[in-house]
């Protein structure tokens, strides 16, 4: 058993460092668009965020070649997010969670964005800066705030705001997490599992559960802010205010 299945539900849900932050930004946005606001969850894969839209019309995108054991059932259309196939101005809300990592033009894709959200629309955006290859080969970039500031102000968005997903030390806890599967691997011998069992203990409860949640605590100090996961955008196409 994971050391961290004895903690409560919203300890192990902050230990995900990443998504933990990344799901906050999501619901705390989503709570503040006007009831019936037409939302597009572009690059949506499974849909995990479909719950803070009940109070919309919410639209599920994807190309749906990500994990192999994703299940895909909940898009409302698969597509290719270069070639957004709605019209312009279609919609009030564009979200993209982790998406411009794993397109081979971003910059295409924030266009798309730009052209199917009306006057006034919002687009909210996450993007990784420090975080492993995942769902490979589709992973192509990472990204500083300058980038991303620089993709959208080149798309034609304004009112840009960009915030950094935690500092060095949510990094570092993110980071720890993996330790213990570097030094205790699946594959080692019988005999190295019987030898060591009681140090990979130790170190599955340090690196999984104490190490990060320190980390988690110190992360206050880090005002620069300059190592991160990751950021949090959110921006407008010009015109009248969303209602």
Known sequence: MKPSRLLPRRTRERLNINRHRI???????????PDG????????????????????EYVAADLAVGDADWDYSGLSTVCDLHRLPFGRGAFDVVVATQ??????????????????????GLVLITAPMMFREHQTPHDYFRFT?????????????D????????????????LLQACHRYLFPRTRS????????PLEVVSKVFF?????????????????????????????????DAS
Do not use: N, W
């Open 23 to 33: 799901a906050g930004f999501v619901r705390d946005s989503a709570a503040a668009i």
């Open 37 to 56: 606001a037409r939302v597009l969850d572009a690059g949506a894969g499974e849909g995990r965020y479909r719950e803070h839209f009940t109070r919309h």
């Open 99 to 120: 998406v411009l990592e794993h397109l081979r033009e971003p910059a295409r894709f924030v266009a798309e964005i730009h052209d199917v959200l009306r006057p006034g």
């Open 145 to 157: 705030r300058y980038g991303l500031r620089s993709l959208l102000e080149t798309a034609g968005f």
């Open 159 to 174: 009112r840009i705001e960009i915030e950094p997903q935690g500092g060095f030390f949510s990094l570092m806890g993110d």
């Open 190 to 197: 019988l005999v190295s599992r019987i030898l060591f069992s």
């Open 208 to 240: 999984s559960v104490l190490a990060p949640l320190v980390c988690i605590a110190l992360d206050r100090f880090d005002r620069k802010r300059i190592y991160t996961t990751g950021f949090e955008c959110s921006a407008r196409r010009p015109g009248a």
